[in-house]
């Protein structure tokens, strides 16, 4: 079978009515057809995909078969989906909104805009954890992080962090371990401590550090200078929430002793989207960051310097579950800085300062007052706020008799004037023109003393820039990317489209709900799907990651626990094999951490989680477990947590109430078709049993949740609201059956691929029918052993096959998790499966001796094309010619991609978890 | 100077006033910066710009200096320009379109307008004349070939023309050659003709040939099959104006003995556009063809088989002067098609059928009357149509008593219901409902005897598919693209991003012009702005082409002479230097051409010119002159028509009414940074002086141009009417200073690199002052003398640098014409410099034998990556060592392109030209 024998998008199923939609989503989103999904099963030996799925899904945890299908969610072609987005987006209403409060009206650069935030080879590839293919985001990155560096004048920042209020949360934790306060950490973030909001706003004093805002929710800029030095004297440390743009005209943090600096990067040109995604900056730790390293031949490389896949090395003892950061926003951001340089992001700072002064001076002459004089770019005024909504603006309704102004680089003179004549209005006062606007300077409302004086920033060109970057790195726009427990399935255009309208990305994540009808009719369908596709009660969508719904998962918990009077529940079990991330989320949700031990064969140990349970009982506050692992059978008199991370070829054939658990996370970026950003965003909603929804989370501004629910774990009320699109629109193109026929389909590709390797490599977690599910764990301590060849090797050696390699060395050491999705075709998975058996090939040689243990095309992956350009006495050193090493496989001629570097020297921090362990 | 010393977008200048937008576009469009152009200035000896342009362009022709400034158009920014956008595109109501006559309602694949109509990698690439830079845009024209070959059942389809209305001029040319009446070719061309619209509309019987539609204006599909045989008995041929969609059911016109199969091909994901672009197919020839051929390794290569460019050959008795024709758009088309397959194209047009049958039982039981009893998706009815408006919905308007309505693929059961319920308004008849649409199949409307029963088409994976070809391709995503006269320059992102809004793509050229307001204004602005720029008095932007440009030009000067009883004037001059489709133009405008000689040193022979002036003084009919060449002093008793196809580095300097000129052409695909889009779609508006005005061409449908026009030259009113929208955003955003900017860099540009090669190589048609104007003349004919190197060898050769060539043969069959534009930065301008100088060096090699004349790094260039993997043996055949080929220059190692094939081993069009001459 070959592409060209395929039929394009039509299905063996004549359309069902004249007016049937013609262009059926799942006919794309699927991989193989009918065809081929047929060919593949006789492969397996079956002769039809039932009895095939029988032998994968044990019985005792299935659902019903009509549980999920059409009539339960009806299907839309992707040019239905295209017109229903159209009638959403006009539901929104298209109010600017000047309420501040961390979220701007952002300008997006247009080239920006289209090659980066819409382009596919930006948005769908994964985590740079394979430097060797991912140089041209981890330079941006670095871009990113010397751009926080230098407005914030501190020594080191990271790549991103979800929001503002989870940096903030960074921000507690480090004051607190850095001030040997460890001890502390567990009653201090107990849920119990209201008066400490996961959120946006932080000026509170505690005993390990000071959190300072400046300029602050009010607008006010202060001077901390006096306070930092009393804090310090303390031992203490000070760390500030800020404003980048402000930055380029306020006295950075870095230069008044500020020790942690951190906010919202998103006014630098990413839209707003009802609440994100954006990235949060840190500076300093935690989170990624990238350095600059050396490749294996010598020449500079970027790689992650740090990972905060600490969890993988001190899991329970790991002090944050930060995982998938905001690495296409934190781009965005970048790309920005460079397209405005150092002395165009000024003057926008200037023009942003010298507005609001300008606003302050006319509203006062109508009689307003405002609150503070010291201020960047809001004003906090006595005034009453009608006029603003006649005026279909708005603004920031501090109570009864207070409004706050923010302004932002979007706002031109007919913006301005509909701003000044909404005041005017609201007192009677003459209408402002055009004409009669005075526009000169005025004088800084900035105090002398905080006012920048430093330089920053370079610049350079852009179209070519932003390709030259994306061209140094492999995505879905190359080929497949078969990241075990990641799920890289395909991103549709048509799901990725609206969301740059600006129906969807200028929403002001506080705006009154009747404003957003669109965005409410989303979220509520995007609930009550996931509620299906569960089999739970309720669901929230705010957790802006994984790592976050499983902190809110474990949150939620605890409050039910509390609520019936037993809040001294606080041991958590959790298997040995689980996801880094599970351990360090009880940790921040306050939780005792007990291990479960995995057996021989890598399935839980049931006998040892009897016994941990059994010694427990008393103080059992949760289980985490992986859905897949275990069918729980245990009375649920405690909460059962499952790490639904990945649902892929589940959904529609068993589900996580089914198996006996309470509370459920799912990544959106990986089952549900959000693209993983290179590195995020993601979102982690979660979804709960009927007993613990009173407890969902809500949030300060916008209320949402249960009725007795949990602080807020994101800043905004729906997390990364704009992207939620993407999920919707997956789930509502395929329809029932088409998310049913995915699962199912995922299901026979893993086999298939198990199948055609098992001859050459050894399969691990096989069932008792010789069947794996959507996953398959490739083991290689044989060639170790045999040859010194370790499962990096491999990986390595894939990226010169044009391959992101699978997940390595997780979850065991030695091995490789391989994940083929519905998405890809039987060509790409066979293309896949032959260069792995030609590795393996190559191993051989190894083996035999006919190669080098320590110069191999193996060892030496992957070889960068700068190879070529060595001199003819350097490729005499490889061990075989030249060619074989760059172009192993024919097809490789047309369809080669080149890793820009060699591989870098210092081992991955996977590597050095096992290696500490 | 390097980019990490640059500084973003802001310039020196700082902001005029507190609302001043910042992100100002001259500053991102211009390359140099200050500091840079200065640098610039410093090498050539000068310490003012205008010291400069003073030595470069005569002050005979120099036009007042404030003749174009910001007083005379002001300058938008980047995001004032989007906002504005959205005002104007607000002006375009959004009423839906069953006009039909060629246009529908198209529904783009997202996958498709994200990726290749929204992504610069496929629109910003040029015509691809360099096949083994341009594999995957051949092999994509290849698919719309075989697409166009397959649905017609003709043996051979060319690539695409212009539109419909120049594919039915190109066959009725066709038909005249190949039936020998090439004699009556020009009478018959006269615009006196006037039954014989130069439109979509042709069911015209001449003595050549039979022109035939099926299905027709009306909708009717006709059996053509007995007088297809009467037509042939008399030794004419048929040709046959069809619908791609129509044909998936109609018997397709190389089964029943049509000759000629052509029409729009937009239908197929391509949208409206307010009437363009679009790609016209043409079963059998002229145009493009794409063919399969050999490259120097005897692996298989796309390239253009045959070139339009047979004007470069033939020139006065060529018989087409079409040129540039529609890339971008054919590769949609294809695509759409790969997209659904054939089994897919097959029900949509079943579908459209189906719905139109059921339309007409639902009208008729309403009491209308349907025209035609044989259709596939347009209705001619009886009736009334003022319901249809207050629906918010266009028919076509036939007469008092008729409508027209025409179905496409974008109608849903709402869309339907609609429609029905129009009619049903109009008579009163009861309101459908959604429940209450019969839906099932009716008997096809298409008489068995013409419905098709044979297969098409084989169809493949879409984003990767997309991905893999575009990588082939090298574009200004990747480097600079120096042609010269065609004018490579920054098309920017905001400038394309509304194109592809609803607003503006989904608007049908033929809709009632209180609908388009925004569309309105943006062509009157750019007329305005066109008047200004060329210091004539009128407009038409209806020529879609540059060469369509010429005619419509040349066939206005007729008309203007016919007006004063001087129709027998009938002579044009043409220098022997011109542009191919001069000449042509000239042929089919009905006027013989008389060459004018070049002297020596390529300057016009103004002794030859006054001679055959005066020769033919009484029958002059014209004299056609590139603007650069002279400033024409002769008495205008005929009409000068300049081919200022590039107006770049003019703009404000000097202008064609100053030069002497009565009549004008623009490219602007060139001058005015409408993307070259692959090879299409250009625009080649004509500017007039006062007296020839009245002649401007008008539209049958939509009236334009004088009160005493010529024909339509175009299908739709004002051509490929939505990039008019990229024009003016450009000059729009330079505003007018931002223009006389972009032409002094221009300039400048172009002698900073003449300085920098001067040394190395022969340059010729410097000026009295040593300076060239925007381009430079590289003569190589030295080197083919001392080492049989040619021109070619050079440019492809730069291809192994990551540069697409210069203009190669042309005006001069030994030189290289290249223009750096203004929109290059210095360091890619040095970047390129550096690689001519290195090759330079290694002609060097091979002038002094350390190279054998037949194996270097020159005539074996350029070297694909297959070149890796040969074996060992074949490596040994190469002149040097591998690397060097390779990576000829450190900087290749992160920039390389590869080019996919090796030299192609049939001679260029352009080379066989100067072989017959
Ligand atoms: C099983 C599992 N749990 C949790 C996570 C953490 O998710 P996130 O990166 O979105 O925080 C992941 C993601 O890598 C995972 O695979
Ligand atoms: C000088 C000149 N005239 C005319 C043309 C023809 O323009 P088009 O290809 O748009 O028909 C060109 C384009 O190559 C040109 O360079
Ligand atoms: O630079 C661009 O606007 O594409």
Redesign the pocket.
Known sequence: LTATQRKGLATAKPPSSLFAALDTFSDRHIGPDNAEAAYMLSKLGYNSMDAFVDEVVPSKIRIPTDAISDNVIGPLSEAELLRRARLLGAENKQYKSYIGMGYHNAVVPPVILRNIMENPAWYTQYTPYQAELAQGRLESLVNFQTMIMSLTSMDIANSSLLDEATAAAEAMVMALVASNYKKTLLPFLEPGQKDLEFSWLWVTLIFAGFFSITPDLDGQVKDFRGLTESVHAAKALVAVATDLLALALLKPPGEWGADIAFGNSARFGVPAGYGGPHAAFFAKMPGRIIGRSRDAHGLPAYRLALQTREQHIRREKATSN???SQALLANMAAMYAVYHGPEGLRRISNKVHGLTQLLKEIVERFGYRAIHQHFFDTLMLDSLHSAAAKAGINLRIVDDKHVGVTLDESVGPIDFLRIVNAFAASVGAPISTAENLPTSNRSSAIPESIRRTSDYLPSSEMLRYIHHLQSKDLSLVHSMTPLG??TMKLNSTSSMIPLTWPEFSAVHPFVPLEQVKGYSKIIGDLETYLCKVTGFHACSLQPN????G?YAGLSVIRAYHESRGEGHRDICLIPVSA?G??PASAMMAGLKVVPVKSLQDGSLDLVDLKEKAEKHSDNLAAFMV?LAEVHITYPSTFGVFE?G??LNAKIGLTNPATCGGDVCHM?L?KTFAIPHGGGGP?M?PICVAEHLAPFLPSHPIVPTGGERPIDAVSAAPWGSASILFISWAYIKMLGGQGLVDSSKIALLSANYMAHRLSGHYSLRYKNANGRVAHELLIDFAEFDKSAGLKVTDFAKRLQDYGFHPPTVSWPISTCMLIEPTESESLEEIDRFCDAMINIRHEAEEVMTGKQPRDNNVLKNAPHPMSVIALSEEEWKRFPIHVSRPLIPLPWLRERKFWPTVSRCDCPSVEESAHEDA
């Open positions: 930060i995982c998938t427990s990641c990651s994984g790592a976050a499983e996801h991330t599970n992986r790490d991370a990945n990544n970026h993601g982690g």
